[in-house]
């Protein structure tokens, strides 16, 4: 049973360039989560897909957007990267909006 | 304002020797409070979810309880591997979304 699977592993932007992070959900699992983590810190939300639309957003710019298609997966797309969106990039899965969260290994982003 | 305060910060233990983790948190209609362990440079992986004040959940070494104000993440005669970051974090009703802690670093020596 695959679990919830990300691409890329890490990636390498500079400053004002557009970055699109890849998220496959666990088997049998139809929402997706998308938050952000900076070192030390918890994740922080960015927002959730259920049925291809945007069910919540946390406190982001509309730099960070995102889709989700037909098999559940989803993209998280950030526009005009600054150094401060450097993190760790996590996606997590669940089965229906409240139910437990399972996580992805992340994508690791560095912004020059 | 939501807050999620997880103490210590980070703890190290001697093998065998047992502790708590604590999180303490403020929130309006919680839905549940989730526990989750983090190897570095990896993802959080879901240990427990707990629903209502009074409930306990065990798997392994491990043991969560909840209150209406806290929960604690019980180490018992923790071993090197149990060495990781554990979060955590709770869902409001009516909210999808979770509301992490910083976490609490737990290294155990052997």
């Known amino acids: 049973d695959a679990g919830v699977t990300q691409s890329p592993t890490h990636l390498i932007k500079t400053r004002g360039q557009q970055v699109t992070l890849r998220c496959s959900p666990k088997?049998?699992?139809?929402?997706v989560s998308w938050y952000q983590q900076a070192l030390g810190q918890g994740p922080q939300f960015i927002f959730q897909?259920?049925?291809?639309?945007?069910?919540q957003r946390g406190n982001f710019p509309d730099r960070f957007s995102g889709h989700q298609f037909p098999n559940y997966s989803s993209e998280l797309n950030v526009n005009a990267l600054l150094l401060g969106d450097s993190a760790l990039y996590l996606c997590?899965?669940?089965?229906?909006?409240?139910?437990?969260?399972?996580f992805g290994p992340g994508t690791r982003l560095t912004v020059l | 304002e939501d807050q999620v305060t997880q103490s210590p910060e980070a703890l190290r233990l001697q093998e065998g020797e047992s502790s708590s983790l604590n999180c303490s948190y403020t929130?309006?209609?919680?839905?549940?409070l989730f526990w989750y362990r983090q190897d570095p440079g990896k993802g959080p992986e879901f240990l427990f979810t707990?629903?209502?004040a009074g409930e306990e959940k065990e798997k392994e070494r491990l043991k969560a309880t909840l209150t209406k104000k806290e929960s604690f993440l019980h180490i018992t005669a923790p071993k090197p591997e149990d060495s990781a970051t554990y979060l955590c974090a709770v869902q409001k009703a009516g909210a999808n979304n979770l509301f992490f802690g910083t976490g609490t670093r737990l290294t155990v020596i052997p």
């Open positions: 707990l629903y209502s």
């Open positions: 929130v309006s209609g919680l839905r549940g």
């Open positions: 997590a899965s669940s089965f229906t909006l409240y139910n437990e969260q399972f």
């Open positions: 088997s049998g699992h139809d929402t």
């Open positions: 897909y259920y049925e291809e639309e945007e069910r």
